[in-house]
C-alpha cells in the first residue's frame, strides 16, 4: 500500500476498461489522469471479460490497464463484479443460490490473487453499490437466510406496554443484517488472498437508500467508506442549485457512517447524460469545481469522478465523461486540475486537515425511515402533502443541515446510533430531532442523558410519534414527558402550508401542527389557547420543542431566514465554538470549514444566482492565501464578495 | 333493547378496544361519553383479543368496556371482527373458504351469545364496510360461488332486440347476491344466539362502491342501514367546502338504501389524519357541528364518530380521535356536547321529527355506473374529459342534488330500484335522471307510466344511451320515443366545456352535446338547426329532456344560477308542497327541513366562505326559536343572516 | 375486379354488419353510399357471425350485405376476422397455438371461397390493423417460432469492433419477420381460394407502431397497403390543429411504404367518440373536408370511412358513425358528398393524378426507435425532456415534415431502407436525417454515396449517436468523420429549452446541445469556442450537420420560422424543382401538391386559427378552377387568401 497521507485529498476517475479498446487508448487514459493531477482511479473488474467460456482466466484486458496505472503513479481501487445476468449496469446486491456464491468465490480468488500483485492495486472495492431500494430479494436463497435470521432473533425486552404489535419490520432488520453479512463474507475472501489492500465499499442514492445501512457494523471490516453521489440519479429530492448542499449532506452522512475510518467520494457525476440518469444534465466546470471542494471541505480522502472515459457500448454509452469524444479533457477536466494544482500547493496544510468538529448533530432514525415507508399513501395527493410522503423525514433533516450552512454552521448528519453516546458531559452540544417520527425506546434514556448532561436538544415535527413497533407513543402515556417538558396534546394536519409564531419570530410551516400539553416548559408559541412551542430545562440541559413541520415549511416556502433567526438565537452557544460563521443567513450560499494546526481554509459558495456580499462574524482570522477564485480581491477578514456560481476558497490563520 | 325513540336521534362514538389498555382508561371513555351527551357507542369485537392460541376463548378486555357502558348508560352497537390476517385495518369481505365460515361461525356463536347478557348491548353491526371497490374475490371459495350462482341464472326474456351481447355484468350481478347472502348467514348465525337485538350494517365510500350493492334485499334481515363517511376517505370527488353537501347525499342514498328502516352515520370522521385519509386534514369544531346537523336534518337514527380515542397501535394509531393525547375533549367534542345539548332540549320535537317528504327524486342506476367501469378509458386523458371518466354518472346525479340544496330544495338520492313504482298518480312528482347512461328495459314502462300518470320526468346527458347489454338503444329503434317525444340524433363529444341555450338560459355544459330528433315534442334550444332540449308532454305528466351534461357543466364551471333557474322554472309545482326554499340559489349554502306535527325545524349551513343574507319563500311560518347559532338575532320570517361556516338551526311553527 | 382506374381516389366507408340488424336497414346502407358518392365499402367477416356451434357454416348475414354492395355498386374490402376471445375490439394479431392455426385456415377458406363469388368482392383486407404496440406475445406458439427464428440468424460480418454486444433487439427483428410471415400466410390461403382479388392490410397507430414493420417485405403479397388514421386514437403526439399535418405525414409514411403499390386511408374517424377514443372528439364537417383532401393530395388510392353506421352493442356502441341515429347523413356526410362531386366532377384529372416527386426524403430508422425504447427512462421525467422520452426519435422526424409542408413544399417520410440508393446521380435530392440516433452499419456506405453523388445529407440531433448494436460511435472511432467532415466532440443535456444560432439565424433548441470537432468543415454555427454546426463538402454533395435537437426546439417554442429559414436557404435548389411553394413559412398552413400531365392542383389547408393571406413562388401557372371552397375569388397566380378551417383546392395549368 502506497503512503497515503502525504497525497491526499487524492482526485481521480473511473477508467472504464471493456473488450474493443485498443493497449494506446488505454494508457491514454492513464496518461491523462497523470497529466490532469489525479493520481487514484477505479476500474471494475468484469468477471464477463476475464473467464473464458472453456473456464479458464484471461486476465489480458485488465492487466494492460494496471500495466498503465503502475506507469503512471496511479493507485486503483479495483470493484469486484461478479458476472451479472442480462449484464445488468449496476450488478447484483446479493448471491441468488449457493452456487452462486461458490462461483463468485472462485471470481474473487482468481481476480484477487492476480491483481494484488500490481504495485498500483490500491484496494478493493467489495461489491459496486450495494442498495436494494429498501426491500429484500425474492430468491431462495434470500428466504432461507431470512428464515435463519428470523430463528435467531431474541425477544426484545420492551414490548411497546404490552399493545398488540401490528407490524412488522422484520425485512428491514435483516436486510440491515444481510448487507453486512455479505460485505464482510465477500471482505473475508477477499482477505484470504490480500491481507494489506484497502477495503472499501460505496453506497449510492442515500436520501433514499439510508436505512437500509448498518455503516458501524461494517466499520471492522473495512479501511474506508464511500458514496456515489450523482446528482442526475441520486438528488431528486433537491433542485439543481441546491445538488452542491445535498453533496455536503451526502459527505455528512458517509463521514459518520465512516466513524474513525477515513471517508470516500468514490463515484461523482463527471460528464453529460443523454439518456440516463433520471434528471439527466451536463454538469458545468463551476459546478464540478464546487462538488470538489465541496468534497474537500467536508474532509474526504478522495474523490473519485464517474468517469473518465465513456462506456462505449450499451446503455449509458458515450455518456458520464470527463474526456470528450476525441479524448481531449473537457472544461470539466480543466477544473478538475486546476483543483488538484491547489492541493498540491497546499499540501503542507492538507497533510493535518480536517474538517471543524461542529457541536451541532443532526440525527436521523432508521425507524423513522421505516415507519415512514410503511404508513405512507401512495404519493399521489399532490404537493400539499409532501411531508407525509416518502422523504418527508429525511428532507426534514436536511432542510436544518440547508439553513445551518446557510449560515456557516457546519453540521454533523448522523444516524442515531453513530452519535457519541457516552460522554460525560454534552454541555455546548446540540442535537437535533426533526420530524424523526418514530423514536425507539432503546434512545430513550441516551436522549434524557444527553440533555441532563447539559445537551440541548432541539425537537422538530412529529418526532417521537411513534415507537419503534409505531405504537403511538402519545396515545400510552408519552416517555419522554419529563425531558420534553410536556406531551402532545393534538396534531392537526392542514394541508399545504401556513404561518406560525415561535419566539416572536413569525415562520412558514407545512402540513401539521402539533400542540403541546405543557407540564414544565416555557412556552414559546401559542395559538388560540393551544401552546405550539415550549422550551424545558431538564438537568444541566435544555430541549426546544416545535411539533410542527418548520423545516419543510420553510424550504418549501423558500423563507427560511425566520427558522435560522430562531435557531441562532437557541444556538448561540454552539456558535461561539466556531472560528467564524455568517453574519446572517445567505440564501443559497453554504460555507465549509478545514483546520489543519492552527490554520483554517473556509469553502465558500455561491448557488444563488446573485452576487452576493457576506459579512463574517470572525474575531481573530486573517486571510492567509485566496486560492479561488485566482487573483481574487474579494475578501477581508470580517466581509467576502461571491459572484453567481463562485467557489471562493481561503486559507487563514 | 333500550326504548330508542325517546332518544334519538342518539349521538356517540367508536370506542376503540386494544390490548395494553388499563381499566381505568377504559372507564374514563365510556364517562366521558357520557359527560358530553353521547348515548350510543360501537366497539370493535376483535377475534384476535378474544381466542387464545389454546382455543380457548377470554372476553375479559372486553367485559370492561360493557360493563364502563353499563354503567354510564352507554348503548354499545358491537362490531363483529373476525380474526383477519395480516391485521388488516378494514378486516375481510368475504370468507375465503369452508373452513373459514365455520371460523367465523364459532367466533359468532361465542361472541354473540357472551355478549348478549350485558344491558348496554344495543345491536350487532354484521361487517366492517362491506365494499370490495367492485370486484368479487380471487379466491376459490367464491370461485364455487360464482359458478354455482350461474347455473342458477335464468335467461331473461328481454334479449336487446337479437343483438349479440358482447360485454357481460355477471361479476357485477354476482356480487349483488353474494354481498347479501354473506350479510344474511352472518345475521342469520347471530339471530341464532340473540333474537333481539338491533342488527345493522354500515356502506362506506359511497359514491365510489354504491353499484355494489342492493339495499331493499337487505332490509329483510337489518334493523338499521349506517353509513361510514370519512370525508378525508370517502369524499374524494368532491373539495373540502362541499364535504357537508357530499354528506347530505351520502344519507339520501342510505336512507332511500334504508327504506322504512332507520339509518345512521355510523362512522363520521371525528378527528386527525396524520399519514392515512386520502386527503388528510383535521376537521374543525365548525365541520363537525356541520355534519352532525346535516345527519339531523337528513333523519338520521343516530350519528356515531370514528373515533372516541384514538387506536395505539400499528397503522392509523394516534389518529382520527375527539379526545387529545391527556384524554381531554378537543373543541370538536364540545361542539358534539353543544348538539347533544340542543337535541336534549328539543325532545319534544325530535319524539316525532321527520324530513320533510320531497316530491323529487334524483335516480341513480347501477347498471349506467357498471356500463361506465367498462367502457371508460384509464382516466387519463386529463380533465376536459371528466364526464367520462370513473365518477361521471354518480357526479351528474349529485350535481343536481348540489343546485337543488343550495335552493333548499330537498331532494331524494335513490337507485332507481328504490323509487315507489306503485302508485297511482305521481301528479306533482318528479324524477330527475342525471347522466344514467344505462336504462334496463325493465324500466321502461315504469318511466312511462310515471309520466303517463302525471309525473314530471327531467332527463339529463347521455341518460339511456345503453341498454342493460350496452346496447345503443338509439341505434336500433329507440324504446322510450314515445315518452322522450323524440330520439337522440348525434352527440358531438367537445371535449372541456362550451355554452349551450335551453329555455332562453346561457348555461355551461360539459363534454357532451346531444342533438334531438323531435318527434312530438317543444323544443326548449335550438343550434345551428339542431335541437339541443324539448319538453314532451305524455299522458297526464312531462318529460324534459337536455341531452348534454349540463349538471357537471355547472358543477365545474362553479357557475350554477342558469341550471338553476332552469329548474326552478320547471319545479315550480314541486317547489310550492315545501314550507318554504330561498328565493334564490346561494353558492355553497344548502338547507335541509325536518318536520315534527306542526313545527319545522330548518338547518342552513354555509360554506361559501362569505357572509349571505338569503329571501325565503316563506309565508306562513314564525320563527319559535334559535337554536344556533346561540343569542342569533339573524332571523325573520322572510330573511336569514348567515356567517361563513356558520350552521344556523331554526325551529318554526 | 372492377376496373378501378377510371373511378379513383374512391371515397367510401366501412359499414358494420351484425345480428340484430334487418335486411332493410343493410340495404339502406349502402344505398346511402351510393347516395353520397361513395363506390368502396368496408365490412368485418366476423367469424363468430358465421359460424356456428353445431361447426355449420351460415353466410346470410353478410349475404345480404353483398347483395346490396352488387345492387348499388359498391367495390367490397371484406376484412378477415376470425374468432377472438372475449369480443376483443381490435381483433387478436399472431395465432396462439398450431391448432388455432389450422382454425383460421378455415375459416379463411370458407368465407373467402364463399364472398368471392360475389361481383361486389373487391379484396381482401388480412387482418385488421397488425401492430401488437412493439412486442412479441407471450404464447408458446411465438416462442417457438422465436426459438426457431434464431436459430436461422446467421452472426453479421459487422460486430462494433469487437466490442462485447451488451444489448439485443431480437426481439423488435424477430416481430418484423413474424408479422411479414403471418401476413403471408394469410395471404397464401386466400389466394388458395381466389387468386384475383385485391389484397390489403391497414397499419394503424403509425408514429408509434412504425418500427414494427417491413412494408418492402409485405409488397410481393399485398396489392395495396393502407393506413387505420383515426386522431382519437392515433395522433396523440400531436394536438388537434395538428391533425391535418399529421394525416398527411402518415400518408406519406404509407405510400413509401406502399413503394409501386397504390395506397389506401383504409379507415379514417368519421364521427363521434363517446367513451372510446383516447382523446376522443367529434370531427367537424371542415375536418372531414380537410382530412378526404390531405389523402388526395398525398395520392390515396382510396380513403374510406370509420364507419357509416355505428356498431349497436358493446364497447363503441352508438359511436363513430357518418349517420345519425336516424340513419340520416350528417354534416360530415355531406362534407363527404362535396369531395366526391368534385372528384367526379374531375374525372379526367384525377385518372392521371400523382403527388408531385420531392426531391427531399426524410428517413427514419427502425433501429432509432428500438434505441430510443431500450435506453429511455420511465417518461416520468417531465416535459423538459421530451427529446429523450419515447416519440423523440419520430417527432423530430414530423417536424421537419411541417416545417417543409407549412412552406408548401412537399417531402417524403421514409423508413430508411425504403429510400432508392441505387441512383447513379443525386444532384438536387437531399436526404433529412433528424435525431436518428442509431444509424446502422450497413447505411454508411449508401449515405457516403449518397453525397458523393451530389446528394445533400441535413443531419440533426443525436443522429448516429450509436450503430445497431447501441455501440457509441464517436466513441470508437466516427465511421462518418469523413462524411460529416468532423466527428461529435460533447453532448451537453441542457434539460428544457435554450437559444442557438446556426448560420446567423437565431433558433430554439431543445434538452441536446451536440458541438462538433470539426476536421474539414466550414462551421456554420460557433459557442464559445464550441462549433455547434458545420456544412461539410464530400464528392458532388454536402452534409449540414447541426447535432442538437433543432426541429423539436422549433416545434415546441411555436417558433419555426427561424428554423424555416435556415433550411429554405439550404434547399434552394430543391425549393426549384417545385412548380412553387409559399413565399415563406405559414404556421399551421399547409399545401400539397398533385400532377397530372401537365395540370397541377394545390390543396392548402388552414388550420391557425386565422384568416391567411400568401403570397406564392409561382412563376408560370395559372389557376384553371378553383374547386373549393365553391364561388371563391380568393385566388390569383402569385395570391392566395384562406380562412381559418378552410380547404383551397386548385387546378392548375
Not at 125 to 137: A, R
Not at 307 to 315: K, S
Not at 328 to 356: G, H, M, Y
Not at 483 to 489: H, I, K, T
Amino acid at each position: 500500500m502506497l503512503n497515503a497521507q502525504n497525497e491526499q485529498p487524492y482526485i481521480g476517475a473511473q477508467v472504464f476498461i471493456e473488450p474493443g479498446q485498443s493497449p494506446e487508448q488505454i494508457d491514454s487514459w492513464f496518461r491523462i489522469l497523470d497529466e490532469n493531477g489525479m493520481t487514484v482511479c477505479r476500474i471494475r473488474m468484469f468477471e464477463e471479460y476475464m473467464k473464458k467460456p472453456d473456464g479458464s482466466w484471461d486476465f489480458s484486458l485488465f492487466d494492460q490497464a494496471f500495466k498503465a496505472a503502475d506507469k503512471y503513479h496511479i493507485k486503483v481501487f479495483a470493484t469486484l463484479f461478479p458476472a451479472t445476468v442480462n449484464n445488468s449496469v449496476g450488478g447484483f446486491k446479493f448471491p441468488e443460490s449457493e452456487e452462486h456464491l461458490r462461483q463468485i468465490a472462485t471470481y474473487i480468488e482468481k481476480t484477487v490473487s492476480h491483481f494484488k500483485t500490481f504495485q498500483s492495486l490500491y484496494g478493493w472495492v467489495l461489491m459496486n453499490e450495494p442498495g436494494t431500494g429498501g426491500d429484500i430479494p425474492q430468491t431462495e436463497f434470500t428466504k432461507q437466510q431470512f428464515e435463519a435470521w428470523k430463528k435467531k432473533q431474541v425477544k426484545p425486552e420492551y414490548n411497546s406496554k404490552n399493545y398488540t404489535l401490528l407490524v412488522n419490520f422484520d425485512r428491514k432488520k435483516f436486510l440491515l443484517d444481510y448487507n453486512t453479512w455479505y460485505l464482510n463474507w465477500i471482505e473475508k475472501d477477499v482477505r484470504k488472498q490480500d491481507t494489506e489492500s484497502v477495503i472499501h465499499v460505496n453506497n449510492h442514492q442515500i436520501f433514499e437508500n439510508i436505512a437500509e445501512y448498518d455503516f458501524p457494523a461494517w466499520r471492522p471490516f473495512l479501511t474506508s467508506l464511500g458514496a456515489s453521489a450523482h446528482p442526475s440519479w441520486h438528488f431528486g429530492y433537491f433542485d439543481r442549485s441546491q445538488y452542491t448542499m445535498a453533496l455536503a449532506a451526502n459527505c455528512e452522512i458517509i463521514r459518520s457512517g465512516a466513524g474513525e475510518l477515513p471517508f470516500w467520494i468514490t463515484e461523482l457525476q463527471g460528464g453529460n447524460n443523454t439518456y440516463s440518469g433520471k434528471k439527466g444534465f451536463c454538469p458545468t466546470a463551476e459546478e464540478i469545481t464546487q462538488w470538489l471542494w465541496t468534497g474537500i471541505g467536508a474532509g474526504v480522502q478522495g474523490i473519485i469522478f464517474w468517469c473518465l472515459n465513456p462506456r462505449a457500448i450499451g446503455e449509458e454509452a458515450g455518456e458520464w465523461a470527463l474526456l470528450d469524444f476525441q479524448n481531449n479533457p473537457t472544461d470539466r477536466t480543466q477544473a478538475i486540475r486546476k483543483v488538484t494544482e491547489k492541493i498540491a500547493s497546499n499540501r503542507q496544510f492538507f497533510s493535518q486537515a480536517k474538517p471543524i468538529e461542529s457541536p451541532i448533530s443532526i440525527l436521523y432514525i432508521r425507524e423513522s425511515l421505516w415507519a415512514e415507508g410503511l404508513v405512507q399513501q401512495k404519493d399521489d395527493d399532490g404537493s400539499n402533502y409532501e411531508g407525509r410522503h416518502i422523504g418527508g423525514v429525511i428532507k426534514s433533516a436536511v432542510s436544518f443541515f440547508e439553513i445551518l450552512a446557510e449560515n456557516g454552521i457546519k453540521s454533523n448528519l448522523k444516524e442515531i446510533d453513530e452519535f457519541d453516546w457516552k460522554q460525560n458531559d454534552y454541555t455546548g452540544k446540540c442535537i437535533i430531532l426533526a420530524n424523526q417520527v418514530s423514536v425507539p425506546s432503546r434512545y430513550w434514556k441516551p436522549l434524557a442523558d444527553f440533555v441532563q448532561k447539559g445537551g440541548l436538544l432541539i425537537v422538530e415535527g412529529l418526532t417521537a410519534f411513534y415507537d419503534e413497533n409505531m405504537l403511538s407513543l402519545n396515545s400510552a402515556g408519552f416517555p419522554l414527558r419529563e425531558l420534553f417538558g410536556g406531551e402532545l396534546s393534538e396534531v392537526q394536519c392542514t394541508p399545504g402550508d401556513f404561518d406560525m409564531t415561535v419566539s416572536g419570530i413569525k415562520m412558514p410551516a407545512h402540513l401539521w401542527k402539533g400542540y403541546i400539553h405543557n407540564l414544565t416548559g416555557t412556552p414559546l408559541g401559542v395559538e388560540n389557547d393551544h401552546i405550539t412551542a415550549i422550551e424545558n430545562n431538564c438537568g444541566k440541559g435544555k430541549v426546544v420543542w416545535i411539533p410542527s413541520l418548520i423545516g419543510l415549511g420553510a424550504e418549501r416556502s423558500k423563507d427560511k431566514s425566520p427558522l435560522s433567526d430562531f435557531l441562532r438565537q437557541k444556538l448561540q452557544e454552539q456558535i461561539r465554538q466556531l472560528p467564524f460563521i455568517f453574519k446572517s443567513q445567505q440564501d443559497g450560499v453554504i460555507m465549509q470549514t478545514l483546520q489543519s494546526g492552527k490554520k483554517y481554509m473556509t469553502i465558500i459558495i455561491n448557488k444563488s444566482g446573485q452576487t452576493r456580499n457576506i459579512e463574517l462574524t470572525n474575531q481573530s482570522l486573517k486571510p492567509e492565501e485566496i486560492l479561488l477564485p485566482e487573483n481574487s480581491v474579494n475578501v477581508s477578514e470580517k466581509n467576502i464578495n461571491i459572484l453567481p456560481e463562485e467557489t471562493l476558497v481561503v486559507r487563514w490563520e
